[in-house]
């Protein structure tokens, strides 16, 4: 027999508030867990290159060895006019422990020499970098111009440096602004020349822009022409930094006076070879450094 309880709707009410809550769900009552960061990958470390290391330090200084050594093979015959590497090499040491003495104007020491050419050389190539780098772009931009100039360009860039020197020497009077002049029409000709064909270069749709924008010519040249023919103008000007060193020294020869021109060809004089070869890896040297300046500051300024 089954017996049923009845209860009414007041006694259930009663009994539903007097029993205790249920318990929340454990997955509400557990913060979140934050999530691992991922693991950082580790780069594999690159070895040293030490085979391009030694492949590119020791590649000159065999290249040296054997000049040296072939050098060293024509000179063991005893009593020759040409001095040997070692007998160079001393004299080299003599002359350099002390470069700027001074005992008259005409007997000074190498250093004071070799900074006379360089004055020489900055006045002279000075004076080109102002008027020929103008002188470019204003060929580049003007057909008219262009047409004018370069037949007279294409007629005097190849004459001799030692042509013009008699010119200076008779306008000028002197051997030093003579000297000057040689090395200012020897070296505006290559800047001339790379910073019109720089200009010349630039694409025809900057300019196009430019004149719907109604540019003037100065912010044409400025933000337009100079940035794109900056390279171009870059290398016409180290190029000429090597004419205007290699002209210096023939001047200087012919002029007299303090220089290492005129160094090389007192030494001759005096039958130094020593000296005269000394004087030879010198100009080699300070022509290296001139140009490798200038190729340092064309790769800080290469929009590449």
Known sequence: MVSAVFHSPTEASEALKAS??????????????TPAPAPTPVQPKIPFDWAGLALKTLSPIAGLAILIGIWALLTMKEGGAFPTPLATWNSAVELFAHPFYQNGPNDQGIGWNILFSLK??????????????????IIGRFTVVSNMLN????????????AWLPIGLLVFKSADPAAIWTIFICSIWPMIINTA????????????????????????????LFPSVLPYMLTGVRLSVGTA????????????????GFWVWDEW???????????????????????QALVSIAKRFSFE
């Open 151 to 162: 037949p007279i360009i294409s007629l005097l860039r190849p004459v001799s440096p030692l």
């Open 197 to 224: 064909v720089g200009v010349q270069r630039v694409p025809e749709d900057y300019l196009n822009v430019a004149k719907v924008l109604n540019l003037s010519e100065w912010k044409v040249v400025t933000k337009i």
């Open 20 to 33: 205790p809550p249920a318990a929340p769900q454990a997955a509400k009552s557990m913060p979140a867990a």
């Open 245 to 260: 060193w290699l002209v210096i020294v023939a001047a200087e020869m012919l002029t007299g006076g303090v220089g290492i």
């Open 120 to 137: 020489r050389v900055a006045l002279g190539f000075g004076l080109a970098a102002l008027v020929g780098i103008p002188m470019g772009f």
């Open 269 to 291: 004089n005096n039958l130094n070879v020593q000296h005269i070869i000394i004087a030879i890896f010198v100009i080699g040297i300070v022509g290296l450094l001139l140009e």
